[in-house]
């Protein structure tokens, strides 16, 4: 059991803000999969669930912000504290992106909920699929503080990007092979887009974990590697 | 810390003791020449009496004695030929409170060092110099006959600044300098321990860890007596290696 911090009120604020944390995560992990069940299912109830959900996320956004804020100008935290409080000022920004790319799957579902349906993409199943798994699995490893879930969601973000980029031929070519398709598969493509765009978000969450448990930096190491070099 | 080739003071496990209760247990530490060392750690930690043994004060109170060895500059500072009064000359201190002779002048303040050292200069140069390095010079220029008390708190203890650098020491030691002192006093100490390090390799014990965050360029954890790290400052204070600087530094224990 680590200790406690000494004051409690701050030790609460701390506590308070990871809730918030939590309760946001939650929040657009529903939203994600409301949203892509509104393409699948064809639910517009639903889509209109995920775009009514997007002001609360919106808000908790807000919120975290303003909490980070106060802990840093009262507190000095520093250490894991200050790892912490670092790390939810940039992931709130990422969920709050997811959210966002939630909201814009819905709208894609009235869109194509309005239109008679496509065939089945099971590439876009998949992919919805993995990418909800990807924020899952991020989102425990920042409960967690667990390093190598965020270490796999790392690496499945290349399966991801491989999956997408086959559905994007696929669709391709399915829109070729007749005009009247364009306009939905269109709206198809930017499903997976939002998706593949969404996994990027998770991946950012994930880098920051690493960041938060064990105070190093792994983002950008080609770039590092050559400032290095070229200030050599 | 092991550069040692480098290091102006050179720390090798030192204990020190009251009579019988040892107040540091085999401390290894080394500071680098103008480098800002900060020493952090709960009450009763050791971290004073580590300062007090860096300039053979310790052993003024009654029953202390150390055991291990203090190098500056690569001599042992408790070999028997080591006079102390004029180590101090070499290690100047800056204490909590700020501690001007009360019935002496500003001027005579800043030259009571040399005269009692028996140092023959100029001592009006001397005194605007050292005045001028501790940031107070345009204070109280015009105010020299004045008495030292008619100084704000943050004027004096600058003044006991410019009283140890009088002297010329190679290191400043100074414990808890601005915990007496104002926000605004406080920032002036501090942002003249920054200047000072450019010649000067001082060593600062303080209870405020954003202060030792701000001022140091190394920070040194003592627990009960031991020291528990030594890193880089930003290093200490972003990502501790010792679970127990990480309880501190976050507010967890003392």
Same mark, same amino acid.
């Given at each position: 059991?680590?200790?406690?911090?000494?004051?409690?009120?701050?030790?609460?604020?701390?506590?308070?803000?990871?809730?918030?944390?939590?309760?946001?995560?939650?929040?657009?992990?529903?939203?994600?999969?409301?949203?892509?069940?509104?393409?699948?299912?064809?639910?517009?109830?639903?889509?209109?669930?995920?775009?009514?959900?997007?002001?609360?996320?919106?808000?908790?956004?807000?919120?975290?912000?303003?909490?980070?804020?106060?802990?840093?100008?009262?507190?000095?935290?520093?250490?894991?504290?200050?790892?912490?409080?670092?790390?939810?000022?940039?992931?709130?920004?990422?969920?709050?992106?997811?959210?966002?790319?939630?909201?814009?799957?819905?709208?894609?579902?009235?869109?194509?909920?309005?239109?008679?349906?496509?065939?089945?993409?099971?590439?876009?199943?998949?992919?919805?699929?993995?990418?909800?798994?990807?924020?899952?699995?991020?989102?425990?490893?920042?409960?967690?503080?667990?390093?190598?879930?965020?270490?796999?969601?790392?690496?499945?973000?290349?399966?991801?990007?491989?999956?997408?980029?086959?559905?994007?031929?696929?669709?391709?070519?399915?829109?070729?092979?007749?005009?009247?398709?364009?306009?939905?598969?269109?709206?198809?493509?930017?499903?997976?887009?939002?998706?593949?765009?969404?996994?990027?978000?998770?991946?950012?969450?994930?880098?920051?974990?690493?960041?938060?448990?064990?105070?190093?930096?792994?983002?950008?190491?080609?770039?590092?590697?050559?400032?290095?070099?070229?200030?050599? | 810390?092991?550069?040692?080739?480098?290091?102006?003071?050179?720390?090798?496990?030192?204990?020190?003791?009251?009579?019988?209760?040892?107040?540091?247990?085999?401390?290894?530490?080394?500071?680098?020449?103008?480098?800002?060392?900060?020493?952090?750690?709960?009450?009763?930690?050791?971290?004073?009496?580590?300062?007090?043994?860096?300039?053979?004060?310790?052993?003024?109170?009654?029953?202390?004695?150390?055991?291990?060895?203090?190098?500056?500059?690569?001599?042992?500072?408790?070999?028997?030929?080591?006079?102390?009064?004029?180590?101090?000359?070499?290690?100047?201190?800056?204490?909590?409170?700020?501690?001007?002779?009360?019935?002496?002048?500003?001027?005579?303040?800043?030259?009571?060092?040399?005269?009692?050292? #028996?140092?023959?200069?100029?001592?009006?140069?001397?005194?605007?110099?050292?005045?001028?390095?501790?940031?107070?010079?345009?204070?109280?220029?015009?105010?020299? #006959?004045?008495?030292?008390?008619?100084?704000?708190?943050?004027?004096?203890?600058?003044?006991?600044?410019?009283?140890?650098?009088?002297?010329?020491?190679?290191?400043?030691?100074?414990?808890?300098?601005?915990?007496?002192?104002?926000?605004?006093?406080?920032?002036?100490?501090?942002?003249?321990?920054?200047?000072?390090?450019?010649?000067?390799?001082?060593?600062?014990?303080?209870?405020?860890?954003?202060?030792?965050?701000?001022?140091?360029?190394?920070?040194?954890?003592?627990?009960?007596?031991?020291?528990?790290?030594?890193?880089?400052?930003?290093?200490?204070?972003?990502?501790?290696?010792?679970?127990?600087?990480?309880?501190?530094?976050?507010?967890?224990?003392?």
């Amino acid at each position: 059991m680590p200790l406690a911090h000494t004051d409690k009120t701050y030790e609460a604020e701390l506590k308070d803000l990871r809730d918030k944390l939590l309760s946001m995560g939650a929040k657009v992990e529903m939203a994600i999969s409301r949203s892509v069940r509104s393409v699948t299912e064809r639910d517009s109830e639903l889509a209109q669930k995920v775009k009514d959900s997007e002001r609360e996320i919106n808000r908790l956004e807000v919120e975290i912000d303003d909490s980070c804020r106060r802990i840093l100008a009262l507190r000095q935290p520093a250490a894991s504290d200050l790892r912490f409080i670092t790390t939810a000022l940039k992931i709130v920004t990422d969920l709050e992106r997811m959210g966002d790319l939630a909201v814009n799957i819905a709208q894609r579902a009235f869109d194509l909920n309005q239109a008679p349906p496509l065939r089945p993409f099971p590439d876009l199943t998949k992919l919805a699929d993995l990418a909800q798994e990807q924020l899952k699995k991020a989102l425990d490893a920042f409960v967690e503080s667990d390093v190598q879930k965020a270490e796999e969601v790392m690496k499945g973000d290349d399966l991801l990007d491989a999956i997408y980029k086959r559905l994007f031929n696929e669709l391709l070519t399915f829109m070729m092979e007749d005009v009247k398709n364009i306009r939905r598969t269109n709206a198809l493509m930017f499903v997976a887009k939002h998706l593949e765009r969404l996994g990027d978000h998770v991946t950012n969450v994930a880098e920051m974990v690493i960041y938060m448990v064990r105070g190093t930096d792994i983002r950008h190491p080609r770039s590092r590697e050559l400032e290095q070099i070229s200030r050599k | 810390m092991t550069a040692e080739p480098q290091a102006q003071i050179a720390v090798r496990k030192l204990s020190a003791f009251f009579r019988t209760t040892r107040a540091l247990k085999d401390v290894n530490l080394d500071a680098l020449p103008r480098n800002v060392l900060a020493v952090i750690g709960p009450s009763g930690c050791g971290k004073s009496t580590f300062l007090r043994c860096l300039n053979r004060m310790h052993e003024l109170v009654p029953g202390a004695t150390i055991s291990g060895q203090v190098l500056i500059d690569g001599e042992d500072i408790y070999a028997r030929e080591i006079d102390p009064v004029l180590l101090r000359r070499r290690v100047g201190m800056v204490f909590q409170r700020p501690n001007p002779f009360p019935t002496m002048s500003v001027f005579e303040n800043v030259a009571s060092g040399l005269k009692l050292n #028996g140092i023959r200069t100029r001592y009006a140069d001397q005194v605007e110099k050292s005045l001028k390095r501790a940031a107070l010079w345009d204070e109280v220029k015009d105010r020299l #006959g004045e008495s030292a008390l008619s100084l704000s708190g943050g004027q004096q203890q600058r003044l006991c600044i410019a009283r140890a650098l009088a002297v010329e020491p190679e290191v400043l030691l100074m414990d808890e300098p601005a915990s007496a002192l104002d926000p605004i006093a406080t920032a002036r100490i501090e942002e003249l321990i920054r200047e000072l390090r450019e010649r000067y390799t001082i060593v600062i014990v303080t209870h405020n860890m954003q202060q030792a965050a701000r001022v140091s360029d190394w920070t040194a954890f003592f627990y009960m007596g031991e020291l528990v790290e030594c890193g880089r400052t930003e290093q200490v204070f972003t990502n501790p290696k010792e679970s127990r600087t990480e309880d501190y530094v976050t507010g967890k224990f003392g």
